[in-house]
């Protein structure tokens, strides 16, 4: 692949006089981590975090386009916006809005058309452009320069070899942190806008990718989540020049001294190959968690969504799964009422859930999403009837969950502090599979592992007592 020169190179950025960013984000990690990009990107040229808009001299909406009203929510909040950049201009001061993530790829063009006081629209690869943009903007403002940047290329250079690696945990204080590793969806399910919001699929070197975990893990990262549209359809370019597949990959960050926990999200079934499995059980970096979503236990189903496997291959990939570590629990997430789906339909979904058990499921009533096969197919569920199997799902995912945390009561497992809990002498932290935990423990243990016994469950977390410090090595 070609790489093209940025268009201002970040170590020459003009230099920098204070000013302040507010980041507000929607969506799924993916965003989270982006967002976080962004403020790096845009620190040498000045601008420093700012908890609220109406501070800020430039604000940056990173938006979700996977669900109703993305478009709504969107405007809503640009109304909000546009006053505050109104009282802002009667003060003399200047804020840049910028439209960032899928909604802006999807429509940005509508954006700029009903919101002209917007600055900046740009698309989720084109964030190493940014800044770039804000000096075109600042241009504009001054009345030098049109109006309104808007870029929603899928540029030929990869946004993350220019963005700054990130250093620290996304959030401050924190000890787990997100790195995006691949992009993009080639799989075009039926429902689904992310391959027309993040484009083609693509593998972030794997070297790269490996110098970002141990920046992070000089920053106190304990505990890092790759992540990706089709994180196990990675395919990144090995610092020997061969492929390398997300088993290996892993592998190698699993041998970084102190990053003591490795997760991966959000994987497909159809990538879920043997070396990854057997990961699962050689690595015990590799937390004992997999987020693996169905979407329906149907196989008539599974076949109109084009999710590229039945029924019968994810129940028997789970039993390997389940075969390569035993003590591995699972996550999912469920689609209602996609176009088709009967009364019978339904219940194989809830059939599934019921082989599979989870530990905890994200569950959806379908949504068209315009320019989507499914969105214009016949049999559209009423809502009425969506709502009614939602509820139906999330009751029987509830109970399921319940007794998965009641079934840890008891058990024996390694804790990553956090933070500080509630009650004094209290830390909160994770467990494995991601549960809150919370135990007696000193300040101390703040960023590290420790192995606890889990006493009791309370609504949504466990309390624990403290066996002993599991030193970082
Ligand atoms: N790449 C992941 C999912 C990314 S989107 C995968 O293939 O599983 C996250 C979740 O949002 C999906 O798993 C799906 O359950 C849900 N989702 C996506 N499009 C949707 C739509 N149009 N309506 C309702 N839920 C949707
Ligand atoms: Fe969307 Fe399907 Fe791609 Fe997941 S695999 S991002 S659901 S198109
Ligand atoms: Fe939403 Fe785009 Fe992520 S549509 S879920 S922000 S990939």
Redesign the pocket.
């Known amino acids: 692949m070609h790489r093209l020169t940025p268009h201002v190179p970040i170590a020459t950025a003009p230099p920098a006089t204070p000013k302040r960013l507010h980041v507000i984000t929607w969506g799924?990690q993916m965003n989270v981590y982006d967002s976080a990009r962004m403020t790096d990107v845009l620190r040498p040229l000045g601008y420093a975090p700012a908890t609220d808009a109406a501070s800020a001299d430039m604000v940056i909406l990173n938006t979700c386009h996977?669900?109703?009203r993305a478009t709504e929510k969107l405007f809503s909040e640009l109304g909000r916006l546009r006053r505050i950049k109104d009282a802002r201009a009667a003060e003399g001061a200047t804020t840049i809005i910028a439209v960032a993530g899928c909604v802006a790829q999807a429509e940005g063009r509508e954006i700029l058309a009903r919101a002209p006081f917007v600055d900046i629209v740009l698309g989720p690869q084109t964030y190493h452009r940014l800044p770039e943009m804000v000096a075109r903007a600042a241009r504009a403002a001054k009345g030098e320069g049109n109006v309104g940047v808007i870029d929603t290329d899928f540029p030929v250079e990869q946004k993350f070899d220019f963005l700054p690696a990130a250093t620290g945990p996304q959030l401050p204080g924190g000890v787990a942190a997100f790195l995006t590793v691949q992009e993009g969806?080639d799989?075009f399910?039926s429902?689904?806008?992310?391959p027309y919001t993040r484009g083609a699929e693509a593998s972030r070197p794997a070297a790269s990718v490996l110098d970002e975990a141990r920046r992070l893990v000089e920053g106190g990262v304990r505990e890092i989540t790759l992540l990706g549209?089709?994180v196990n359809a990675y395919h990144g370019v090995g610092p020997d020049g061969s492929t390398w597949s997300l088993a290996r990959l892993l592998t190698a960050l699993a041998a970084i001294p102190c990053l003591r926990r490795l997760r991966y999200t959000?994987?497909?079934p159809r990538d879920m190959g043997p070396d990854l499995i057997a990961a699962h059980g050689d690595l015990p970096a590799l937390m004992p968690f997999l987020h693996l979503?169905v979407?329906s236990g149907s196989d008539r189903m599974l076949a109109a969504m084009n999710?590229g496997h039945d029924r019968a291959e994810y129940l028997a990939l789970v039993a390997r799964l389940r075969a390569a570590r035993p003590d591995l629990a699972l996550s999912s997430?469920?689609?209602v009422g996609?176009p088709g789906e009967s009364e019978a339909d339904f219940e194989e979904t809830l059939s599934l859930i019921r082989e599979v058990r989870f530990a905890q499921a994200?569950?959806?009533?379908?949504?068209?999403?315009p320019g989507?096969p499914?969105a214009g197919a016949e049999g559209q569920v009423p809502e009425a009837v969506k709502d009614a199997r939602l509820a139906r799902l999330q009751a029987l995912i509830r109970a399921q969950q319940d007794e998965f945390n009641a079934a840890s009561v008891g058990a024996v497992m390694p804790v990553l502090f956090t933070g500080r809990g509630r009650k004094p002498g209290q830390l909160s932290g994770r467990s494995p599979y991601l549960q809150a935990v919370h135990a007696i423990a000193p300040d101390g243990l703040i960023g590290s592992e420790a192995t606890v016994t889990i006493e009791a469950m309370l609504t949504n977390s466990l309390t624990a007592t403290l066996l002993r410090e599991r030193a970082c090595a």
């Not at 429902?191 to 992310?194: E, G, Q, T, Y």
């Not at 994200?362 to 999403?369: E, G, L």
């Open positions: 799924c996977i669900r109703d969806c799989k399910c429902f689904c806008v992310v549209q089709n959000t994987s497909h979503p979407q999710r997430d469920f689609i996609h994200f569950s959806f009533k379908y949504s068209a999403r989507t499914a």
